[in-house]
């Protein structure tokens, strides 16, 4: 008799939770709908700018994969959500820029920094590259190698790393956003969409590269398969004669050096910002939710989504809700987590 | 000409937490099999995990391989040190196929393990290499598991209930497959519950009740005994015979 009563009342409850639940796909749903809509009528009638759009979107996604593709990287293999990685991206285009200035001797009276050579621009992305991935591994092995297990410690450690690299980022760098300088024209024509950034297809380009190398570390190399095992079962892979703690340390040397690359590359396409640093950790939370935690084909499936929403929203919303076009990333977010709880590639841990 | 034990466990404790799941267990594995017995909870894995100080409960105690220490080494080093861990459930990963599996291991260690003999070994490991770990069935599974241990060119298997799960065939294939080992001079240490397979492969056998060596053992003592068999693993000889029919 008790069973009976407690399912009713399972029943009920179930009833009263699926309203609400069914009420929100709805909602999701229509906003999806909408949006797309919206995107087609608006193709339709301009469809240079739709190509241009478009572009710019996944120029856009490319860099949003670098930074993200670390942060998944190091989040899959070790549990460490790193909340200093936008830290990292902002470090990254800050060293490239401060070397960048000593080589080139800019005009006192300029704020921007004359053209660059390719030494000039090479030569201030591996230092930067190389020095932001040393720092990650310092900050792996000083600070969170003794706290293995302890989210809760490594985000809070992480977190006060951020701000005190954001103060002093401010302190040493001034607040005004500056443009790191490249060896490329400015931009070139292309079919359909016309004139278009040189540095954003090359920031693609690099996207894609980048992608393709991990893809292919990760499944051919020896080291690819530890990465892979860790992220399974990273003691059994311990026990099995492998040093997990340099593996590690490995990862977060990647996973940093990718954050400096993307620091590097958007400094070039847009600028060095101090508040990239919180833009940024939010971009690669978003995208690896999305995408699945420790996913590399769901980071660079969610950097898509959102440098297309990103590019879309900023142009083809009506002008007095422009501002709010960031709340379409977490529309995602939500509809996303609503159908697949672990992104849309993720695995339960 | 042999000297020093091949494994030698001193005074080993554990704990988690409060627990005390080990206490102050000592025993010499030497060329001939040895297998702990005991009923469930009784710290076997406990024991196992303490041995490779992995996901530990704190342990305290020496530990000796070829009377070289090893306790108190990070999980890495006593497995290059030539322990073979072949853990409860297999701990297989499923990311990688079988193949990788093999490949991923890698010893300074020499010996006559390599991905091609361990394929010699179990021939239907060869026909999957490229299948993931998770489609292979229960006994397949088993042989990956022992595979990838061998090919740390192991002084000493140690096995955590390896016949768990497994159909009665595939467990005499394995019993002859360990019985192959001692004939080449590789140590095992076994835990196990299944009884048939303990007195099997193992003439010695380490009783462990609460932690603690209980008392040792034989096999050709235990197999006649229904009253030890009741005693040490709480089987009626019924049970007994239909576990491992």
């Known amino acids: ?349 | 000409m042999s000297e020093a034990p091949i494994l030698s466990l001193q005074n080993v404790d554990a704990r988690y937490g409060a627990a005390h799941v080990v206490q102050d267990v000592s025993f010499d594995v030497w060329a001939d099999p040895v297998c702990v017995i005991g009923r469930n909870g009784m710290g076997k894995t406990s024991l196992c995990r303490a041995i490779m100080n992995l996901d530990p409960p704190a342990a305290s105690g020496t530990i000796l391989l070829d009377g070289v220490p090893i306790s108190g080494l990070p999980p890495h080093a006593i497995a290059r040190a030539g322990i073979g861990y072949v853990p409860q459930g297999r701990r297989l990963f499923p990311s990688l196929s079988v193949d990788e599996h093999l490949r991923m291991v890698k010893t300074a260690r020499v010996g006559r393990w390599s991905p091609a003999a361990v394929y010699d070994l179990f021939p239907r490991l060869s026909e999957r290499k490229k299948v993931s770990a998770t489609q292979l069935s229960g006994g397949e599974q088993q042989m990956l598991a022992i595979g990838r241990a061998l090919l740390l060119q192991p002084r000493l298997l140690l096995m955590d209930e390896p016949s768990e799960g497994l159909a009665p065939r595939i467990v005499e294939e394995l019993i002859e497959t360990l019985k192959g080992f001692v004939s080449e001079g590789v140590g095992v240490l076994l835990i196990e519950q299944n009884l048939g397979v303990a007195t099997s492969v193992a003439e010695r056998l380490v009783v462990m009740v609460a932690g603690t060596v209980f008392t040792e053992t034989t096999a050709s003592e235990v197999v006649n005994s229904p009253e030890l068999q009741q005693r040490f693993l709480g089987v009626t000889p019924q049970e007994s015979a239909s576990e491992h029919a």
């Not at chain 1, 954001?166 to 016309?194: M, N, W």
């Not at chain 1, 996913?295 to 007095?320: Q, R």
Request: aromatic letters at 8%; proline letters at 3%; a neutral charge.
């Open chain 1, 1 to 349: 008799m008790a069973s009976g009563v407690d399912s009713t009342v399972g029943g009920l409850n179930g009833v009263m939770a699926r309203a609400p639940w069914r009420a929100g796909s709805i909602f999701l749903l229509a906003i999806l709908g909408l949006s797309l809509l919206g995107i087609g009528i608006q193709a339709a009638s301009d469809p240079t700018l739709f190509a241009q759009i478009t572009l710019n979107g996944l120029t856009l996604a490319g860099l949003y994969f670098i930074v993200a593709s670390g942060f998944t990287l190091i989040f899959g293999l070790m549990r460490v959500v790193n909340m200093a990685h936008g830290s990292f991206y902002m470090l990254g285009g800050i060293i490239a820029y401060l070397v960048q200035e000593r080589m080139l001797n800019p005009d006192p009276t300029s704020f921007a920094l004359p053209e660059a050579t390719v030494t000039s621009f090479v030569v201030p992305l591996v230092v930067s590259m190389l020095s932001i991935a040393l720092l990650g591994v310092v900050i792996q092995q000083v600070f969170l190698r003794w706290n293995q297990g302890q989210e809760l410690r490594q985000a809070l450690i992480t977190i006060a790393i951020s701000i005190i690299i954001a103060d002093q980022a401010v302190a040493h760098f001034g607040g005004i956003a500056k443009e790191i300088s490249v060896p490329v024209r400015k931009s070139i024509e292309l079919p359909i969409v016309g004139m278009f950034g040189t540095m954003r297809l090359v920031m693609l380009l690099v996207a894609i590269l980048v992608g393709v190398g991990l893809l292919l570390i990760i499944s051919r190399t020896r080291f690819g398969m530890i990465v892979r095992a860790g992220v399974d079962d990273r003691h059994m892979v311990s026990a099995l004669g492998v040093n997990i703690q340099r593996v590690f340390a490995a990862a977060f040397f990647l996973g940093a050096l990718l954050a400096g690359l993307a620091g590097v590359l958007g400094g070039a396409v847009n600028s060095v910002n101090k508040s990239d640093d919180g833009k940024f950790l939010l971009i690669s939370l978003v995208i690896v939710i999305v995408g699945g935690m420790g996913s590399l084909t769901g980071a660079a499936v969610g950097a898509v989504l959102l440098g297309l929403i990103d590019s879309y929203s900023d142009v083809y919303l009506p002008d007095a809700v422009t501002n709010y076009g960031v709340l379409l990333t977490f529309f995602l977010l939500v509809f996303v987590l609503a159908v697949r709880p672990y992104g849309l590639f993720g695995r339960a841990a």
